[in-house]
């Protein structure tokens, strides 16, 4: 673009300026010529994300419906892994195998400047499929337990390494727009919680360079496909499962009088537990008790010696999650003793070492994003939603002795259809599944601009 050349007492167009109005114009064309280059150049860099996506369409899609016709359950991922390890082979990364497990890191360094991390989880659930696509998954493996299970990935795992795939496709083939270290993450095991932090504990930060930023994704099965989903600061709660053995004194069910029933003390806790939330934690700190198994007893007629519930507890702060353990365990003490149980036979409460911290994203580097994707797709299409008690074993790499900033966004995939209709099937069900297509290119174009934003172009 053409920009007259301003000079002192000159005229343009015939009209005479003043000395004050020259200087007005000289300050305000150069920004005018900066903003317009500027508008050129993210134009230039969107359509080349969107050229780029039809480029490898046939590609990422073929890649989808392999990877969800080949599912593999947590600590399981081998093949896929090699699948996510090929990928990134053969577009020039440096790529480790095997850092944890099945879990691997691709780096692709492209000259100075930031460190950016991208994650994608690979395992899938113990669900036998039916959504009846021709593309649908009739695994069926053995567990750890040595159980064979249908496998199905139900969580939207496929369609994050689909993405994670695409988003390394497009830097590679863009790699002259911008500078820096990408640093791609495969990770095993998200669903049992374990993947992330073990690949921390076994180097990550250490051995590999470390991230300016980590960036995520998970599909979520509310929002329609070619919509993003952000929260600032706290977008999924920390879990921790815990087990409690209830004991008692068992004996015949026609003499109750001569034992301590454990199944009315069970039944006592599952109800004094529903308090905790709703009586001792403040009412601005989110939490959920929720007692998912119970299990005790062998025949009608027989009281038993104990009793075992499964619990899982929610929560965005680490301090609750503290409390709420602290007060399983005073509450069940308590009604072992009003029960005349002796001390040793007070309730075991055990928490299991699969814990989840809450994923809280870094509220800075959040609102960079949203800027950079509201003018990309409109704001229309990057929705601000409330966060969810779901837990995400992501906000790890976030909570390390370096305080890594962390954003995870939710990708829409319900298709619109279903999403007009109110018949969207859930996460971690039989009948779950995206609009792939506009998953995909939502899901690649989202992310390559995050990335272009941060890396500075």
């Known amino acids: 673009m053409l920009l007259p050349t301003i000079l002192p007492n000159k005229k343009i167009a015939n009209f005479p300026l003043s000395n004050q109005s020259l200087l007005?114009?000289?300050?305000?064309?150069p920004l005018i010529s900066s903003l317009l280059l500027l508008y050129s150049v993210a134009g230039f860099a969107q359509h080349d994300i969107e050229s780029g996506i039809e480029r490898n369409t046939n590609h990422l899609q073929n890649l989808y419906f392999d990877l969800h016709q080949t599912p593999e359950l947590s600590f399981m991922e081998f093949n896929t892994a090699k699948k996510m390890a090929g990928?990134?082979?053969s577009l020039g990364f440096e790529v480790h195998e095997a850092v944890s497990g099945n879990t691997l890191v691709?780096?692709?360094r492209n000259g100075d400047g930031p460190v950016i991390m991208?994650?994608?989880?690979m395992d899938a659930l113990p669900v036998e499929e039916k959504t009846g696509l021709p593309y649908s998954s009739s695994v069926i493996s053995s567990d750890q337990a040595g159980n064979l299970v249908s496998v199905m990935h139900a969580c939207g795992h496929d369609m994050?390494?689909?993405v994670w795939s695409g988003t390394a496709r497009l830097m590679v083939e863009m790699k002259d727009q911008w500078k820096g270290t990408l640093m791609m993450i495969a990770q095993q095991a998200e669903e049992q919680s374990g993947g992330a932090k073990n690949v921390?504990?076994?180097g990550l930060y250490k051995k590999f360079p470390l991230p300016d930023y980590a960036l995520a994704y998970h599909v979520s099965d509310k929002i329609p496909a070619g919509k993003i989903g952000y929260c600032a600061g706290p977008i999924m709660a920390g879990v921790r499962s815990v087990d409690i053995t209830v004991y008692g004194e068992g004996g015949h069910g026609a003499q109750p009088d001569r034992t301590i029933d454990p199944i009315v003390l069970a039944s006592r806790m599952v109800v004094d537990f529903q308090t905790i939330v709703s009586r001792e934690l403040s009412p601005l700190s989110p939490a959920v008790v929720t007692v998912g198994s119970i299990h005790g007893g062998t025949k009608h007629n027989i009281i038993p010696a104990e009793v075992n519930l499964q619990l899982t507890i929610r929560y965005y702060d680490e301090l609750v999650g503290d409390q709420i353990?602290?007060?399983?365990?005073?509450?069940?003490?308590g009604l072992a003793a009003s029960a005349n149980l002796p001390p040793e036979k007070y309730p075991l409460v055990t928490v299991q070492d699969d814990s989840t911290p809450p994923v809280i994203n870094d509220e800075a580097l959040t609102g960079r994003l949203v800027n950079v994707l509201d003018n990309a797709f409109g704001k229309e299409h990057i929705l601000k939603v409330a966060p969810l008690m779901v837990g995400e074993d992501f906000g790890q790499y976030g909570l390390t002795p370096e305080k890594v900033a962390i954003s995870l966004m939710w990708l829409g995939s319900v298709p619109q259809e279903k999403y007009d209709a109110g018949d969207m099937p859930g996460l971690h069900t039989a009948y779950y599944y995206p609009d792939y297509e506009l998953t995909i290119s939502t899901g690649v174009k989202g992310m390559v601009l995050k990335l272009m934003e941060l890396f500075g172009n």
């Open 325 to 333: 353990i602290a007060a399983l365990k005073r509450i069940g003490n």
């Open 24 to 29: 007005i114009m000289h300050k305000i064309i």
């Open 106 to 108: 691709g780096l692709f």
């Open 87 to 89: 990928e990134l082979k």
């Open 200 to 202: 921390i504990e076994a």
């Open 160 to 162: 994050h390494m689909t």
């Open 118 to 121: 991208v994650r994608t989880d």
